[in-house]
């Protein structure tokens, strides 16, 4: 049990496009998921919070506009990276609490972005 | 604010010989404390995790840590490493408020050699 899901696991995009990531719970309903990026080598850094209904909570220096998350329902979370550019390419990690414990953090397989 | 401090950035054992991974962490209020594991393109994978209760917890793959309060610490142990336990290792911290947000450790890559 407990699993999470991300699609795609990897997408390569031009420049100036637009690219959705999926995350999904699979067996479970997140009341809360989290999205990360991670660089190469380096720890993940927490870029928001997301609650079902509710609007996304950004951490400090990222951009809402550009990083756009959706929680529609409590067993999926989108995350929109607009108007790409390379320096945005990186890989893309969510995670998702569950309604009935709160202590554990259950994480997608991640997606690799490429921007061109 | 809360923080995770992983003070090795490569650990390296060689095969059948005891492992362990440090972490220290600072918090205000009680500490979750959780050790996961990554492998290459993959996302993080759950080792195991102290909430509450024996500060000795067992986890997966044989994998245990001790919960030191005194000390701040919760350093991952094996005691007798495989070349397939090669990876990247994340300690984190949370606590009931900050809104459950996780803090991670820089991570530790561990080497084990046959």
């Known amino acids: ?116 | 604010a809360q923080s995770v401090a992983q003070p090795e950035d490569q650990v390296n054992v060689a095969e059948g010989n005891p492992l362990t991974v440090k972490c220290t962490y600072s918090v205000s209020g009680n500490p979750y404390l959780f050790w996961y594991v990554q492998y290459p393109n993959r996302g993080l994978q759950f080792l195991l995790k102290y909430i509450t209760g024996d500060n000795l917890v067992k986890g997966s793959y044989g994998f245990e840590a001790e919960f030191n309060k005194s000390q701040t610490s919760f350093h991952l142990k094996k005691p007798s490493a495989l070349v397939s336990d090669s990876a990247l290792y994340f300690c984190a911290v949370r606590t009931n408020t900050n809104a459950g947000k996780s803090t991670f450790g820089d991570g530790t890559t561990l080497t084990v050699k046959p």
């Open chain 1, 1 to 116: 049990g407990a699993v999470v899901s991300q699609h795609p696991s990897w997408v390569i995009c031009k420049s100036g496009t637009s690219v959705k990531i999926e995350c999904r719970s699979l067996d479970f309903q997140a009341t809360t998921m989290f999205w990360y990026r991670q660089f190469p080598k380096q720890s993940l850094m927490l870029m928001a919070t997301s609650n079902e209904g509710s609007k996304a909570t950004y951490e400090q220096g990222v951009e809402k506009d550009k990083f756009l998350i959706n929680h529609a329902s409590l067993t999926l979370s989108t995350l929109t990276v607009t108007s790409a550019h390379p320096e945005d390419s990186s890989f893309y990690i969510c995670s998702a609490v569950g309604e009935k414990s709160s202590y554990e953090q259950y994480f997608g397989p991640g997606t690799r972005l490429t921007v061109t």
